[in-house]
Nanobody, 126 residues
Framework: VQLQASGGGLVQAGGSLTLSCAAS????????MGWFRQAPGKEREFVAAISVNGGSTPYADSVKGRFTVSRDHAKNTVSLQMNNLKPEDTAVYYC????????????????????WGKGTLVTVSS
């Protein structure tokens, strides 16, 4: 499975961006799709994920209430709507898909995830 992410860019604090990630095909081994990010000099961290059936959507505490993850099952895509962006949201964002339950993705920080897209840079200016 190949993941193609898009939608990054430069935005002022308080602004919005939407990231999208398209998977090349479906696989029944995947339990969910989602997003991680890595800021310069920092470790990779979990952002948000959505289970295959859409019933579980965990978020990092730092983005709750500002970011919304959604999935288009027919198009095999996952999106991340980011509102009220802050300078601390500046990072390279990575789309991922994996077989682990999405509820543990925050703890694993993405280690062991089977599929990754190339990162897309989000820069939030103050």
């Amino acid at each position: 499975v190949q993941l193609q992410a898009s939608g990054g860019g430069l935005v002022q604090a308080g602004g919005s961006l939407t990231l999208s990630c398209a998977a090349s095909r479906r696989t029944f081994s995947i339990s969910g799709m989602g997003w991680f990010r890595q800021a310069p000099g920092k470790e990779r961290e979990f952002v948000a994920a959505i289970s295959v059936n859409g019933g579980s959507t965990p978020y990092a505490d730092s983005v709750k209430g500002r970011f919304t993850v959604s999935r288009d099952h027919a198009k095999n895509t996952v999106s991340l709507q980011m509102n009220n962006l802050k300078p601390e949201d500046t990072a390279v964002y990575y789309c991922a898909a994996g077989s682990a339950p999405v509820g543990v993705w925050a703890k694993t920080r993405g280690w062991g995830m089977e599929y990754w897209g190339k990162g897309t840079l989000v820069t939030v200016s103050s």
